[in-house]
Every structure is written in structure tokens, then in C-alpha cells.
T-cell receptor, first 112, second 115 residues
Framework: RKEVEQDPGPFNVPEGATVAFNCTYS??????FFWYRQDCRKEPKLLMS???SGNEDGRFTAQLNRASQYISLLIRDSKLSDSATYLC?????????????FGDGTTLTVKP | EAEVAQSPRYKITEKSQAVAFWCDPI?????LYWYRQILGQGPELLVQ????????DSQLPKDRFSAERLKGVDSTLKIQPAELGDSAMYLC?????????????FGSGTRLTVV
């Protein structure tokens, strides 16, 4: 079993739809969490951190459920420009550094 | 906006040849990472530096890969000899402190094709 698992894609939704992605992690010691967005053949870019209390940035809402060890990303009112792969990152403290593990990503295609 | 610089953008090399990638992190970022991303998968950490010291290279195939960050600023990742399975995107990232708290800024990557 992978340390970080994401919903298998692709998600194909119409403009204006609400879509949610989940990401589960196996290490209960994990402490910080992020969502990254990656456009085709480009580098990942930080979308948002995920806080314990949940956080919102415009149309995007991230939530963390420590008990069930998953994080989620909700996108409301989807735009064509939201089409991308969304990667979750789980960070686990280790010795003097820490370990960041990426999921394999979920691909979203928003269609007119 | 500050950027992580990587070069080259694209590299085609023959199997068994040597290849090197270069990364210049955002000024002041002490932590530097090299990731490898195979198409359809998430990035996988190869090596993490804190200043000039390696703090994690557990996933680096040390028989053929090497990485250095001699002055704690820019970094070079080398593969010798390259194998067909090394074809991937090689991403460099940096952060002010270990990215566990702040996330990373990635460079635009080097897309390696081994033929």
C-alpha cells in the first residue's frame, strides 16, 4: 500500500460543477499537508496548505481529517482553467528533516 | 516573483552516457530538493540538502546518481551511466526552511529522455 493515495482520475466535469478530491495517508505521525496543482508538462505549484480547522481560498476549500487520515480538496464553480492534475503532499517528521510524500495526482478536466 | 532556475529544460542522451542537471534555488533558501517524476506519477524525492549537507538521500540510486551542493547555494545532479528507465522529469525545489511547514517552490524541471 502506498503511503499517500489519491482518488484515481480522471474527473471530467462541466463548467460550474463542484468537484471533490480525497487523499488518504498511512502514517499517523504526519503533521503537515498541502495541495499542489500541476499543469500538463509543467512543474507543480503550491495551491494551498491544509490546516486542521479547514481552510478556504476563494472557490477552493481544503479539509483535514486526522482521525480517518485523509485530506480533501473541494472546488466550487469549476472553471475551464481549473483543468490540471492535483497532487496532495503529506509531510512526516523524521530525524532532523522530515519526509514529504506526494500522491500520484488526480486529473481534472473541466469541459464547456 | 523569485524563481528556482534549472537547466537544461530538455536533454536527450544515449544509454550509458553521463548527464548532469543544474539548479539554482531562490536566494536565501537553505533547503534544496531534487525530485524525479515519471509520467503519470507524483514526484519522488531523490535527495534533500540543508545548506551544503545531505539530510536525506535514501531514495537516490547511488550506484549511478550523485548530487552535490558544494557552497550551499546551487546544486548539480548527475547520472552516470544513464539507463532507459531514467527517462523522466527531474525537478528541483527549494524552501526557506524544510518544506514541511511552508511548502516548496519548484523549478520548471529538466525533461530527460534516454534513448
Amino acid at each position: 500500500r502506498k503511503e499517500v493515495e489519491q482518488d484515481p482520475g480522471p474527473f471530467n466535469v462541466p463548467e460550474g460543477a463542484t468537484v471533490a478530491f480525497n487523499c488518504t495517508y498511512s502514517n499517523s505521525a504526519s503533521q503537515s499537508f498541502f495541495w499542489y496543482r500541476q499543469d500538463c508538462r509543467k512543474e507543480p505549484k503550491l495551491l494551498m496548505s491544509v490546516y486542521s480547522s479547514g481552510n478556504e481560498d476563494g472557490r477552493f476549500t481544503a479539509q483535514l481529517n486526522r482521525a480517518s487520515q485523509y485530506i480533501s480538496l473541494l472546488i466550487r464553480d469549476s472553471k475551464l482553467s481549473d483543468s490540471a492534475t492535483y497532487l496532495c503532499v503529506v509531510n512526516t517528521p523524521l530525524a532532523n528533516a522530515g519526509k514529504s510524500t506526494f500522491g500520484d495526482g488526480t486529473t481534472l478536466t473541466v469541459k464547456p | 516573483e523569485a524563481e528556482v532556475a534549472q537547466s537544461p529544460r530538455y536533454k536527450i542522451t544515449e544509454k550509458s552516457q553521463a548527464v548532469a542537471f543544474w539548479c539554482d534555488p531562490i536566494s536565501g533558501h537553505a533547503t534544496l530538493y531534487w525530485y524525479r517524476q515519471i509520467l503519470g506519477q507524483g514526484p519522488e524525492l531523490l535527495v534533500q540538502f540543508q545548506d551544503e549537507s545531505v539530510v536525506d538521500d535514501s531514495q537516490l540510486p547511488k550506484d549511478r546518481f550523485s548530487a552535490e551542493r558544494l557552497k550551499g547555494v546551487d546544486s548539480t545532479l548527475k547520472i552516470q551511466p544513464a539507463e532507459l528507465g531514467d527517462s523522466a522529469m527531474y525537478l528541483c525545489a527549494s524552501s526557506f526552511a524544510p518544506g514541511q511547514l511552508y511548502g516548496y517552490t519548484f523549478g520548471s524541471g529538466t525533461r530527460l529522455t534516454v534513448v
